[in-house]
């Protein structure tokens, strides 16, 4: 459902009272992780472990080693005061 004001366009849910938002969100958290492994004896870089099927990326290569970056989103936990909250959702 679309309702128009002061000339522009806003979105809004069907179904949903105007001008309230729900409380009951999902919080992300953006993890960036580093690191370090030594090349291996051929001089190719050894990539570190892959886990939750994340990717490791080359950042910078030098002397032998190799900078690994992991990118990725993480679940937030909730506090006690958003918890109590999510349970009325």
Do not use: Y
């Not at 370090?36 to 050894?46: E, F, K, R, S, Y």
């Not at 506090?79 to 999510?86: E, F, I, Q, T």
């Amino acid at each position: 459902m679309m309702a128009a004001s002061n000339g522009g366009a806003q979105r809004r849910l069907a179904g949903a009272p105007k001008g309230k938002r729900s409380h009951c969100t999902a919080a992300n958290i953006l993890v960036i992780e580093h690191i370090v492994t030594a090349d291996m004896d051929d001089g190719q870089p050894l990539p570190p472990h892959i886990d939750n099927d994340v990717l490791w990326r080359v950042v910078r290569r030098a002397d032998g080693h190799t900078l690994w970056r992991k990118i990725f989103l993480q679940s937030k936990p909730n506090s006690s005061a958003h918890a109590r909250r999510a349970a009325d959702c």
